[in-house]
Structure formats: structure tokens, C-alpha cells
């Protein structure tokens, strides 16, 4: 009787979902077609038309969507999700015009980190979690496994991004977190190059592990080395405002210096061998023009007018910024897809690009004493 009573109980149908929390990384995603969203809601894909706002919904799934992506064709749909260590986790190929799973793709083990379809859509780069450390190439059509790798070597973390060239079919990237591979390089070099093929970047003075000292905040560190560049459609570098115009800087009194500190005039002058001329001066370690102030100088021995016109680098989850004071002169979002340039007060400098931009290619530089 209890068995009969319980085959009669039907199953709720999902008819709405309401809301989107955003934590699955590029999980809001627009469809070729320009006319549907798609994103993941726990274990359910959600498909919803733009205009009529009308939605359907692709189940599938037993655990947590992690990741989705859609072919650059329309006609494919991939997400992947998480499990428990130690077993497997799915990834599902769905059909997006009549809304069917085509295929369940699973060599992955915890959780699928990342997911993109080539070019020409015929296959499908799926990457694992910590746990996996692989990445598979799936043909998409034959619904298999082509070939399987790690994904990173041993020495430089974990991969957290799977990304296909949108030029070559044969070719793509495989790329782990920013911090990640930044920490332990001092200075770097940050290069964009945006959808729009404008080129900018920065010049960074310090190791990105600076940003650990602010705690749970998300502080500005870094030195008056640090500048903001772009190279196309035209070359130009945009220093440190003091460095222009020192005169906006006045030298702390020495009765609240922390240390021994330059006077300003030592901070502006040095003799044409490079040393100082006096005891009390500065020793800098190359000849300065004159009436620049010295990059190489700590923020401390300045009064200076406006704490908004020293912001040289920050880092955060949510993203890095570089230049700050009345706007950033970069910011990039954790992704490092998207980002906006403004005019700032550190650096003085006009919008280095399209203010919002998306980001085409990103690298980084890094130099480590010998």
C-alpha cells in the first residue's frame, strides 16, 4: 500500500526561477542568437528569452552547475558541475534548439572547473578542478574523448581557465589565477590588448603578495616607480603625478619621520655622478633631471595634498586595480575579461583605452633578481 501511495505522488515541475547570485565565474552568458540568456541555478540550467521573458529549463544535473558555455554556432550547449572527491563529475552536451541532453561526457573526478567550445564548434575543451588537474578535448559530433593532458605543471599552480583561440581551431589555453602566478616577481609588467585592438598596460613596482598585508581590506600598496602606459593606436607613459610636479609635494618634518628621510632639496637634486653632495642627502642611484622627484622614495616622507594621488596598485577577489583617486586608471574584474580605464589623480592620465573594454589578451611579465 505505502509503494502504491507513493508511485501516485507526482513530481513538482519547475514553472519560474527568480533571482541569480552571480557565484559560478562568467556563469551569465548570452546566446549567439542575441535573443536568450543563459545561466545555472543549483543543479538546472536556466534558458530565458530576452524579450518575453518566457523560460525553460535543462535538468540533468545531481549536483551544483558549475560551469556552462555555448558553442559560437548556437547550436550547442555544455555545462559542467561538481561532485565529491574521489567520484565523478558530469559534464552534459545539450541540444539548445529542442532543449535535449545529447551526451554525458565524464572523465573528470570532484568537479569541472571550465569549459569552451573550439571555433568552428566540433569540439569541446572541458578542464578539472584541484582534484583533476587535466583537460580533455571531446569531439563533439562523435560525442568522445580525443585526447587528455595535464593542465599545468607542477610548478605553477592550478589551472582555472580553459579558453579557445578564436582564430586557430587547433589551438587553446589553459591559464591559472592572476595572484597565483603573479606573487614573487617584482616588478611586472601588465599588457592588454581589447577586442577593439587598442594596446595599454602598466609598469608595477611591487610584488602582488603586498596586497596581504590589508587583511580582509582591499588597500593600495606599491611606489612611485609604478606607471600606466598605451601603446596603440599611440605610445605614451603616464608617471606618478609628484614625479611631474613635485612642487605639489611638500617633505615630512623630521621630528615625524619614522626613519631618516631626505630634505627636499636633496629630494630633488643629486650631483652628476650620481651621489649626493651632503651627508643629509639622498643618495640617488642615477642622475635625476632637474626638478623631478625620485620614484624610488617611500610615500612616507611626503606630506602629500590628497592621499587619492598616491593609489598605485590594488588586488582583491573581485578584481586588481591599478591608479586610483577620482576613478582607476585600470580596473579588471576577476575573470580579467572585462575592465575600465578612467582618468585618476595618481597617474593624471586621459582613459588609456575604451573606457569599458573587453579583454582580448592579457599577460604579465615578471623579473626576479638573479
Request: with cysteine; glycine share 10%.
Amino acid at each position: 500500500m505505502a509503494a502504491a501511495a507513493v508511485a501516485e505522488v507526482g513530481q513538482l515541475e519547475l514553472r519560474a526561477a527568480i533571482g541569480f547570485n552571480g557565484h559560478v565565474p562568467c556563469g551569465l552568458t548570452c546566446h549567439p542568437d542575441k535573443e536568450h540568456i543563459l545561466y545555472p541555478l543549483g543543479c538546472t540550467v536556466v534558458i530565458q528569452e530576452l524579450h518575453s521573458k518566457k523560460q525553460t529549463f535543462l535538468h540533468g544535473h545531481t549536483n551544483n552547475v558549475s560551469c556552462i558555455v555555448v558553442s559560437r554556432n548556437g547550436l550547442y550547449v555544455a555545462s559542467g558541475q561538481v561532485t565529491s572527491m574521489g567520484f565523478k563529475a558530469d559534464i552534459i552536451l545539450w541540444d539548445f534548439q529542442r532543449r535535449e541532453l545529447l551526451a554525458r561526457l565524464s572523465l573528470h573526478e570532484g568537479k569541472i572547473e571550465g569549459l569552451a567550445f573550439s571555433a568552428n564548434s566540433l569540439y569541446l575543451l572541458s578542464l578539472g578542478g584541484q582534484d583533476d588537474g587535466s583537460v580533455v578535448v571531446w569531439h563533439v559530433d562523435k560525442r568522445e574523448a580525443v585526447c587528455r593532458s595535464p593542465a599545468s605543471g607542477g610548478s605553477t599552480g592550478n589551472a582555472t581557465i580553459v579558453v579557445c583561440s578564436s582564430r586557430r581551431d587547433g589551438m587553446f589555453i589553459t591559464a591559472g589565477k592572476f595572484y597565483a602566478c603573479c606573487e614573487g616577481y617584482e616588478p611586472t609588467v601588465l599588457l592588454i590588448k581589447t577586442t577593439e585592438g587598442e594596446v595599454c598596460g602598466a609598469f608595477l613596482s611591487s610584488d602582488w603578495s603586498e596586497r596581504k598585508k590589508s587583511g580582509a581590506t582591499s588597500g593600495f600598496f606599491g611606489t612611485g616607480e609604478c606607471f600606466v602606459f598605451t601603446v596603440c593606436p599611440e605610445t605614451e607613459r603616464y608617471e606618478w603625478v609628484f614625479i611631474k610636479k613635485p612642487e605639489l609635494a611638500k617633505a615630512v618634518p623630521r621630528s615625524r619621520q619614522r626613519s631618516p628621510s631626505p630634505s627636499p632639496a636633496s629630494v630633488l637634486s643629486s650631483s652628476p655622478e650620481g651621489r649626493s653632495t651632503s651627508s643629509n642627502r639622498l643618495t640617488v642611484p642615477t642622475p635625476q633631471k632637474k626638478g623631478r622627484l625620485s620614484p624610488f622614495l617611500a610615500i612616507r616622507h611626503f606630506l602629500l595634498p590628497s592621499k587619492t594621488a598616491s593609489m598605485f596598485m590594488s588586488g582583491s577577489r573581485e578584481g586588481i586595480v591599478i591608479g586610483g583617486g577620482g576613478g582607476q586608471a585600470l580596473s579588471l574584474d576577476a575573470n580579467l575579461l572585462w575592465g575600465r580605464t578612467e582618468h585618476c589623480e595618481t597617474f593624471d592620465n586621459p582613459p588609456l583605452c575604451q573606457e569599458n573594454f573587453k579583454v582580448q589578451l592579457l599577460e604579465v611579465w615578471g623579473f626576479q633578481n638573479a
